[in-house]
C-alpha cells in the first residue's frame, strides 16, 4: 500500500472514488428508510442529520489512509 499511495495519480484516482461513494451514501442512507416505509416529517429530518454524520465520518476515515501515506504521516 504504501508504494501505491506514493504514486500521486492514485490517490488522486482513490480520492474520486471516495467522493463518488460520499454522494452515494448521502443519497443512499436516507433513501434506504424511505423505502422501509419510514418517511415522516418528524423523523426525516433525523434521518437526513444520522445519514450526512454517518457519510462524513465514513469518507473521511477512507481518505486517511491514502493521504497519510502520501503524506508521510504513516510509514
Known sequence: MREEFS?????????VGVVSLFWH????FQSA???LGINHK???PIIK???V??????CLLFLLMP?????GWIQ
Open 42 to 44: 418528524r423523523y426525516t
Open 49 to 51: 442529520t444520522i445519514g
Open 53 to 58: 454524520a454517518y457519510t462524513v465520518v465514513i
Open 25 to 28: 451514501l448521502l443519497h443512499g
Open 7 to 15: 504514486k500521486w495519480w492514485v490517490v488522486v484516482i482513490y480520492v
Open 67 to 71: 493521504l497519510a501515506f502520501y503524506f
Open 33 to 35: 428508510f424511505q423505502s
